[in-house]
T-cell receptor, first 105, second 114 residues
Framework: GIQVEQSPPDLILQEGANSTLRCNFSDSVNNLQWFHQNPWGQLINLFY???GTKQNGRLSATTVATERYSLLYISSSQTTDSGVYFCAVEWDMRFGAGTRLTVKP | SAVISQKPSRDICQRGTSLTIQCQVD?????MFWYRQQPGQSLTLIATANQGSEATYESGFVIDKFPISRPNLTFSTLTVSNMSPEDSSIYLCSAGGTGNYGYTFGSGTRLTVV
């Protein structure tokens, strides 16, 4: 099956800093999503982005399908951005291991 | 995008008993998915539930342990049977996948088996 790798596994930032999270996948995909799991366990759908670039406020994402990776950018990070960020691919949503982000005040 | 109501949100159960988790979607969806998330881990797909057919289980998950029902296009249940402490996890359902919204998730069921 398709392999999904996320990096870095852990990231600690000071409030206000910018960050880039990466998702590599082993085969071409028709579906890719980024999720944020908050400290209470709720999974929030950030982007549906099988290709191209999208932006939503301080967050943006780019997927380069031909090179099999996607990037999630977080600018001017806030403590509420803390949690785990997952990418998931394909119609049955195969998840990467996640990036645990901690934003310190 | 679809909105999913999942319940119960949490439960503490005795070993050997069973728990049924329900997910209600606010729109008709073809596919629903059930996941398990063990503490500190990523999400693992348990099974895909399509209306009108048997659920398709991933390797390591069997119907006798995790029976699934999908009686219509807006509802599904997952039962965790004959529970042991190793079944303590968060269980989540997902649906959607149409248009440009992707999939959404229920709020999860935090299960503790004692």
């Amino acid at each position: 099956g398709i392999q999904v790798e996320q990096s870095p596994p852990d990231l600690i930032l000071q409030e206000g800093a910018n960050s880039t999270l990466r998702c590599n996948f082993s085969d071409s995909v028709n579906n890719l999503q980024w999720f944020h799991q908050n400290p209470w366990g709720q999974l929030i759908n950030l982007f549906y982005i099988p290709s191209g670039t999208k932006q939503n406020g301080r967050l943006s994402a780019t997927t380069v399908a031909t090179e099999r990776y996607s990037l999630l950018y977080i600018s001017s990070s806030q403590t509420t951005d803390s949690g785990v960020y997952f990418c998931a691919v394909e119609w049955d949503m195969r998840f990467g291991a996640g990036t645990r982000l901690t934003v310190k005040p | 995008s679809a909105v999913i109501s999942q319940k119960p949100s949490r439960d503490i159960c005795q070993r050997g008993t069973s728990l049924t988790i329900q997910c209600q979607v606010d729109s008709q969806v073809t596919m629903m998915f059930w996941y398990r998330q063990q503490p500190g881990q990523s999400l693992t797909l348990i099974a895909t539930a399509n209306q009108g057919s048997e659920a398709t289980y991933e390797s390591g998950f069997v119907i006798d342990k995790f029976p699934i029902s999908r009686p219509n296009l807006t509802f599904s249940t997952l039962t965790v049977s004959n529970m042991s402490p190793e079944d303590s996890s968060i269980y989540l359902c997902s649906a959607g996948g149409t248009g440009n919204y992707g999939y959404t998730f229920g709020s999860g069921t935090r299960l503790t088996v004692v």
